[in-house]
């Protein structure tokens, strides 16, 4: 295995996990606190809206619980989870969105790159990072990815269309979702999908469909916390 997640597996979900496993309640909702973690923290704290910012921390919560429950065979470094999963949506900043025409989860992740190197001067943690945003919304039933691009696309889909909730367990998500509220968080990334596709009407996103994956997320009807 790998701590970078860099072993190929089936980029379909149901071919990756044809049974899964029933999930366990994981109710910490603690985030890494090491040097780069705390820096990563306050860079998309500053950087990024509330309703992203809640989104990020939900979706390395998810990874880390479909992880323990799945994949318990995977060794992949906790810190290297957390600084992808709170990286993935970064090239949706204006700077990123004003600095360039390239798709924003290819400069994303150059970004991601860079930010890794200049903290850690190991190129292969920087490689792991910015393929898995790279490929973060890279769905598909052909072919391969990484252990940590698969899970951030599971984790991500489950956060925004709600796909895959047998994964996971209900107090997982309970726990996940009022600890980091997603109050606002459909329309805030609705709103993200429409910039990317106005702004870059050649991008990646519109593979998922340009009015099909806003009318997705917006019809998502997951029940994310227990009444
Ligand atoms: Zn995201």
């Known amino acids: 295995m790998s701590k970078y997640g860099f072993v190929a597996v089936p980029r379909d979900v149901h071919q990756a996990l044809p ?5 366990k309640p994981h109710l910490t909702t603690d985030i890494p606190t090491t040097k780069l973690a705390k820096f990563v923290t306050d860079y998309t704290k500053e950087k990024l809206p ?4 809640n989104h990020l921390i939900r979706v390395y919560l998810y ?5 323990a ?32 025409k390239m ?5 994303g992740g150059m970004l991601a790159h860079k930010l890794v190197v200049d903290h850690t001067g190991d190129r292969d943690y920087a490689d792991a990072v910015c393929e898995a945003i790279i490929r973060h919304q ?3 039933d052909l072919g391969y990815i990484t252990t940590l691009g698969l899970i951030i696309q599971i984790c991500t889909i489950l956060d925004n269309v709600g796909l895959n909730p ?20 459909l329309q805030c990334f609705a709103g993200a999908i429409d910039n990317e596709n106005t702004r870059k009407p050649w991008g990646h996103t519109s593979k998922l469909g340009v009015d099909k994956f806003r009318e997705d997320v917006l019809a998502n009807k997951l029940a994310y916390e227990k009444l």
């Open 19 to 23: 049974h899964p496993n029933p999930p």
């Open 50 to 53: 509330t309703e992203t910012f």
């Open 63 to 67: 990874l880390k619980a479909i992880i």
């Open 69 to 100: 429950d799945q994949y318990p065979q995977w060794d992949l470094d906790d810190e290297v989870i957390y600084v992808t999963a709170m990286l993935h949506d970064i090239g949706q900043i204006k700077e990123c969105m004003d600095a360039t």
């Open 103 to 107: 798709l924003f989860e290819f400069y």
């Open 138 to 140: 890279d769905l598909g």
């Open 166 to 185: 047998e994964l996971i367990h209900k107090d997982t998500l309970d726990a996940v979702n009022k600890a980091y509220s997603r109050k606002g968080w």
